[in-house]
């Protein structure tokens, strides 16, 4: 009996006591993030403007973790802390010990010639693996597009036996099939993006905005930044480029008139068009001269593969010669034909006539409508028009009377006679008074 009454006592204060604990789901396991800070100790990577790369690299590392942790159900590691330089295979085997899901590499980018631009990122050739971390490399490719920073593409590459060029997505795989990407933000031996490097500030936004990017791709969400990407649609994304040997030029480099449009009797508006092939490697851009090939134009990037447009103005006697210099992934550069692009159209030396008797034309057609004006005005009417109606309404305005010399001569005489006859009726009232 009295060991049932401690029952009953102790399974109506479960119910009733305010002090029940009801335990909390547990946490799903958080994305695993391995972020690698590239070169270290004497490797130094690029040097430029007193800047070197393992110092950038390992700045906006730092910076990705500080805010990629700020996320919810993640967790952030680093392959290096301070200037230091893990080997490639150390830093894969970090990764796996620590089970990571994704491996994200910081780097930045030089060429040889100077002439290559943009951000650029390596995703691994592996069908399985590029398929998971594509999410991730498009994210950020657009972010640093938003950043102002010239999108170069996304990117496999591999050598002439089919295997992974960089050892660092090598390892990866070898080492635990993990998905492993690296990020070229920008090429540091381009004066134009020194801004972006310069300062502990830019390098932390740089950083700031890879973590905002990495976060979107995987659906992570964030109080303390306000940032909520749960449940919003999967990163679309195109397939990489594949770059399969580093050894080739760009091929069949030509540039060609498309069309053109005359804009006076002595300028045409030209466009361009460029075309180029390279069977083992990929087209970053071309460059455009109009002088022959002694100043270029920035990189522009190509609209559809190996082809791309541009559009110039070119004047007769200027004596512009076109060509196009194009660029493969790897600097490597080959030059088009030249082209007396003002020798390939045809010129109208009338053109300026034609559009002054069109001028006049058209002038001619206004006076019309002027006169037609006039005679609704002389009609009484005036027609008000605005850009939604037009109203017709009676003219309230005074006009000069208009009188012709017959007309003159009735006034003044009917204005004499009839002082006349004022005069006569004075003179017959006068008599009858008297």
């Not at 150390?90 to 990764?95: G, L, P, S």
């Not at 559009?355 to 005036?382: C, D, H, Q, R």
Request: a negative charge.
């Amino acid at each position: 009996m009295i060991l049932t009454a401690v029952l009953l006592i102790t399974v109506l204060f479960s119910v009733f006591s305010p002090l029940t604990v009801t335990a909390a789901p547990a946490k799903d396991n958080p994305v695993v993030v391995v972020i690698d800070a590239g070169n270290g100790g004497k490797s130094t990577g690029c040097e430029y403007f007193d800047l070197k790369e393992k110092d950038l690299n390992l700045a906006v590392a730092k910076s990705v973790k500080s805010y990629l942790e700020r996320f919810d159900n993640v967790k952030v590691l680093l392959t290096r802390k301070d200037d230091k330089n893990p080997k490639i295979a150390e830093r894969a085997n970090y990764a796996k010990a620590k089970k990571a899901d994704y491996v994200i590499s910081i780097h930045f980018n030089e060429s040889e010639f100077h002439k290559q631009t943009g951000s650029e990122i390596y995703v691994p050739s592996n069908e399985k693996l590029q398929e998971a971390v594509m999410p991730i490399a498009q994210s950020v490719s657009e972010s640093l597009q938003g950043m102002g920073i010239y999108n170069a593409g996304i990117y496999t590459c591999t050598d002439s036996e089919g295997k992974e060029y960089y050892g660092l997505i090598r390892n990866c795989e070898d080492n635990g099939n993990i998905p492993a990407m690296i990020i070229e933000h920008l090429y540091m031996d381009r004066e134009e993006y020194l801004h972006y490097i310069d300062t502990p500030q830019a390098l932390d936004e740089i950083g700031k905005n890879d973590a905002i990017a990495i976060a979107r791709a995987l659906n992570l969400n964030s109080n303390s930044m306000i940032y909520k990407f749960e449940g919003i649609p999967a990163v679309e994304y195109s397939e990489p480029y594949s770059i399969k040997d580093s050894s080739k030029y760009p091929e069949d480099v030509t540039v060609s008139v498309k069309e053109y449009e005359q804009i006076t009797n002595r300028a045409c508006l030209i466009t361009f068009s460029v075309n180029a092939s390279n069977a083992n490697s990929v087209l970053s851009g071309y460059r455009v001269s109009t002088d022959g090939g002694k100043t270029y134009s920035e990189l522009k990037k190509f609209d559809y593969g190996t082809k791309g447009d541009f559009t110039e103005i070119i004047r007769k006697n200027e004596n512009k010669i076109v060509v196009v210099t194009a660029y493969s992934k790897e600097g490597l550069s080959v030059t088009s034909n030249a082209l007396d692009a003002i020798n390939e159209v045809e010129l109208d030396p009338q053109f300026s006539l034609h559009k002054k008797e069109a001028e006049e034309a058209a002038l001619s057609e206004g006076s019309s409508e002027t006169v037609s004006e006039i005679s609704s005005e002389e009609a009484g009417i005036v027609e008000i028009t605005s850009d939604s109606e037009k109203s017709t309404v009676p003219d309230i305005r005074d006009h000069d009377p208009k009188i012709n010399a017959t007309q003159s001569v009735v006034v003044i005489f009917g204005a004499f006679m009839g002082l006349a006859i004022c005069a006569i009726l004075y003179f017959i009232q006068k008599k009858e008074i008297k």
